[in-house]
């Protein structure tokens, strides 16, 4: 898979990693999520919200994760996958749903508490990231 073309330039922005930030504190809320972050397929954090969980340890993981994606499938043949997600013995979940914006290959990672429904939030918080993202680069 192709990395993550160079984001540090525009994402150095305060403006950018506002905007960003607005969206993941939106969904952190309507979802009562413990943890929302944007980061690079290499694990990096470009993105996040204040939680009780480690932001850069949650962006490694997921890093961790689309490489494991990717192995699916490639080893096994599995089409392209549009989300992974993994649920303890209490029922959190951590989600990560990976997209790409111009090139830019990026990992959405939510922490979901037990019994509460994400998909449509993080639908959403994808389109909205594709725009601001999309808009950035036309600057």
Known sequence: MEKTKDLKPSISSKYLQGKLEKILYKINKEGDFKA???SDIDGLSIASVASEFDDQKISAI????QEVSDKAERYIGFKRMDEVSMVDDDKFRLVCREFEVEGWHLILTVMVPPYKTYRKLTNTALREITKV???IKKI
């Open 62 to 65: 997921s890093g961790i994760v």
């Open 36 to 38: 929302a972050i944007i």
């Open 133 to 135: 993202l999309k808009e």
